[in-house]
């Protein structure tokens, strides 16, 4: 309609000047013809920037409706089949997801841009194999001098050590608050205890909580699994006990002179059985007063663990990139990305649909959609399905050391980790670039129409959760936002059996591949952008 439009309005003003020119003569007429030609390159730059616009939204829309929850489903139900087996970086089976992942990246257009021309960023990453459950009893002393054994179930009571060495351990049990050692922050919860052969009981985290505030930075690094158990063999513990709800967690350091077992509520009842507090006090105390409270419980477990170490593992993140058009701005990038890895399979399998399936799918539907449809991007996007998170945040450190474009080309690296189970929408960024959340907020009141929470966390600079890849691009200086969910209202199996794909939220997801898919492309071609 508006290519007819112009053509009959050029050809109206042709026909006036033709006529004026007849009855008034030509001086007159070519002074007007000056000013009309001006009000004409006028009228047809809007005209042309009009049909530009037209032709932007008729293609936005197109690929937007082509985003569907069905199709989403069945590339999660692939990544959640026997044949990834967990997708536990290192092994062969996360190998095969990753190339499943770059096949689909392949057959959309993208460009790879891992090392040497592929789609992959390689990476060492020895793992290890749970061969059985192994088990985990408490060990009861009669008069009579025998032993009554209790004996835990598995998943639900216990989950065996993921990077556990491979043997048994019976020995007392010493409570050691956190399992931090911190001399710069006047902290050490093994302060005036052996735990020489022992079995050391910790909880997750650290006695400092609150991540807004910039005292947390000091505690980040005390957070990690790994640091527990290095710490713990360092003080020559011989077991560990981990208070975290019976988890799969390969998130902690390989050590083979220490057996590691998860534990739930029932094994940690029965350890505080008799000694008039409860874990959850003594936590909050710590919390409030900064000081350990490290005990013996005087309680005698046995931790048997079956398990062999594959230190020739290697592992990888799988990146594909579309490139920019403007000779200027394609040297700048949006990131968005999401761990590919899940925890595995030690006696059942833990599929990762929600942990971290959803974030992938999200990607990927945003990923198909930008690259079909049509709409050159003035900047260039980076898609990013990172490997070997769960084992310790590996591949998002090994990108942020080896970065494609540099941290001050960066516009943004968003975070998809777990964004699928719920009824509305949520973004973060860093206060100092929290008008990159426009773009999103923008894409669902225009076309999603979800309820949506934002935030730009105080004091400016992005952290999040101390185990997610956004911290570590947030912490390498990137500017960094995090995507996730509200209104969850399926169970949440956390690294646990059940994260199937049957517990996510298909439909959030669409929406949130459908947001992505919007925001990245109108930030990605957003000239008047200043970051």
């Known amino acids: 309609m508006l290519p007819l439009l112009s053509s009959i309005f050029i050809f109206a003003i042709f026909f006036l000047i033709v006529q004026l020119s007849i009855t008034f003569g030509l001086d007159l007429i070519f002074n007007l013809m000056k000013k009309l030609s001006l009000i004409l390159i006028i009228c047809v730059f809007a005209v042309r920037v009009a049909i530009s616009q037209d032709d932007f939204e008729s293609k936005l829309l197109k690929q937007f409706h082509t985003i569907h929850s069905e199709e989403m489903m069945t590339w999660l139900e692939k990544l959640c089949s026997p044949e990834f087996n967990g997708r536990l970086a290192g092994t062969p089976e996360y190998i095969a997801s990753a190339e499943w992942v770059a096949g689909k990246l392949k057959d959309w257009g993208l460009k790879p841009a891992g090392d040497n021309g592929n789609y992959f960023q390689w990476f060492d990453f020895p793992y290890t ?12 002393p009669q008069a009579d001098g025998s032993i009554i054994k209790k004996n835990y179930d598995y998943p639900n009571e216990y989950f065996p050590g993921m990077n556990s060495g491979s043997g048994e351990i019976t020995a007392e049990v010493i409570f050691v608050g956190f399992g931090v050692t911190a001399p710069e922050l006047n902290y050490d919860d093994y302060k005036g205890i052996d735990v020489k052969g022992k079995i050391v009981l910790m909880n997750r985290d ?30 020559g513990a011989a077991g560990m006990l981990y208070i975290d709800g019976a988890l799969a967690n390969p998130n902690i350091s390989y050590d083979p002179s220490i057996i590691v077992c998860g534990i739930g509520t029932q094994p940690l009842a029965d350890i505080f059985a008799g000694l008039k507090t409860t874990n959850k006090d003594i936590i909050d105390k710590i919390k409030s007063t900064f000081k350990p409270a490290s005990f013996n419980t005087h309680k005698s477990f046995t931790i048997k663990a079956n398990t062999t170490r594959h ?96 941290k001050e080309k960066t516009i943004t690296y968003i975070n998809l980790d777990m964004v699928g189970n719920g009824t509305g929408l949520a973004v973060s960024a860093g206060s100092p670039y929290k008008e990159l959340l426009d773009y999103f907020i923008q894409a669902n009141t225009k076309y999603i129409h979800r ?13 999040g959760r101390p185990r997610s890849d956004g911290v570590v691009f ?16 399926k169970k949440v199996y956390y690294h646990s ?24 492309t109108n930030m990605a071609n957003d000239s008047t952008l200043k970051y």
Request: net charge negative; proline share 6%; with cysteine.
């Open 129 to 140: 194999v749970v061969n059985d459950p192994g088990s985990l009893s408490l060990n009861l």
């Open 206 to 235: 650290v006695p400092y909580s609150d991540p807004r505030n910039p005292e947390y930075k000091k505690w980040v690094g005390y957070c990690y699994h790994q640091y527990k158990l290095e710490n713990a063999v360092k003080h």
């Open 474 to 489: 947030s912490m390498a200086g990137f500017r960094t936002m995090d995507m996730g969910t509200t209104g969850v209202y």
């Open 451 to 463: 309820t949506m929470q934002t935030s730009a966390p105080v004091p400016g600079t992005y952290y």
């Open 497 to 520: 059996p059940g994260d199937d794909p049957d517990a996510v939220t298909i439909d959030i997801m669409e929406d949130v591949a459908k947001m992505v898919y919007i925001g990245l």
């Open 311 to 406: 230190p020739e593992g290697k592992a990888c993140n799988v990146i594909g990139m579309i490139e920019g058009s403007d000779p200027i701005l394609k040297n700048e990038v949006i990131i968005i990305g999401g761990h590919l890895d899940a925890v595995g399979n030690a006696g059942k399998v833990v599929n990762g649909a929600l942990d971290n399936g959803s974030g992938v799918i999200d990607i990927m539907g945003a990923a198909k959609a930008m690259a079909l449809s049509g709409i050159k991007l003035k900047r260039s996007v980076i898609f990013l399905f990172i490997g070997g998170e769960e084992g310790g945040l590996v591949g998002s450190k090994k990108y942020t050391e080896k970065p494609l474009f540099s």
